[in-house]
């Protein structure tokens, strides 16, 4: 079975731009989660969906926005992008919510920022 | 602060030494899990804790979560260069209202 897929490998983009990040989850999980992983750092939450409802939230600004879609893939959106917002993007899926269930992860988005 | 702690930060060992690495928590955790991470890629999933006292193993890998449910520690037997990586703890926050939280990790190398 494939694993967690995510896109694009690698991003650069300006400050002031907007990102779109994509996560598709192993086949049969319906939970996917986010996370932000600074260069030194172990990785912050962002979201939790499940079942297509936001089910979780961490500490991050409203520029971060999320969805799932019925085939339970997810979309992680950052707007006005920061220089500070340059970091590895972290998707793992999970057959329930994050903590109850084992998460497996994508390879991640490296996110550059300039 | 950190909402959860590990210990050492950084660890370099000798091939075939054994090491451990510990992860704490100020608070019940509830559910214990411990992830693997080469250099800037995803996360491996090793071993998840849950009860008091439970210990498992895996190959030459063994994880113990303490009976307060606030320590956990990770212990490599025989160390060997495909051990080296980012070892990071994580745990489910719902206690706290919150989600799933990660330790800030701890990088070893293993010398051949």
């Known amino acids: 079975d494939a694993g967690v897929t995510q896109s694009p490998t690698h991003l650069i983009k300006t400050r002031g731009q907007q990102v779109t990040l994509r996560c598709s989850p192993i086949?049969?999980?319906?939970?996917v989660s986010w996370y932000q992983q600074v260069l030194g750092q172990g990785p912050q939450f962002i979201f939790q969906?499940?079942?297509?409802?936001?089910?979780g939230r961490g500490n991050f600004p409203d520029r971060f926005s999320a969805r799932q879609f019925p085939n339970y893939s997810s979309e992680l959106n950052v707007n006005a992008l920061l220089l500070g917002d340059s970091a590895l993007y972290l998707c793992?899926?999970?057959?329930?919510?994050?903590?109850?269930?084992?998460?497996?992860f994508g390879p991640g988005t490296r996110l550059t920022v300039t | 602060s950190q909402e959860l702690e590990q210990s050492p930060q950084s660890l370099i060992v000798q091939e075939g030494k054994n090491l451990t690495i510990n992860c704490t928590s100020s608070?019940?955790?509830?559910?214990l899990y411990w992830y693997k991470q080469k250099y800037g890629e995803g996360l491996i999933f090793l071993m998840m804790?849950?009860?008091?006292?439970e210990e498992k193993s895996h190959e030459k890998i063994t994880a113990k979560l303490d009976e307060k449910k606030q320590q956990s520690s990770l212990h490599i037997t025989a160390s060997q260069p495909s051990h080296a990586g980012i070892y990071l703890c994580?745990?489910?926050?719902?206690?706290?209202?919150?989600?799933?939280?990660f330790g800030p990790g701890t990088r070893l190398s293993v010398l051949p």
């Open positions: 793992a899926s999970s057959q329930g919510l994050a903590g109850l269930y084992e998460q497996y």
């Open positions: 086949s049969g999980h319906k939970s």
């Open positions: 969906y499940y079942e297509k409802e936001e089910r």
């Open positions: 608070k019940t955790l509830y559910g």
């Open positions: 804790l849950q009860k008091g006292g």
């Open positions: 994580g745990a489910d926050k719902k206690n706290y209202g919150q989600n799933f939280v």
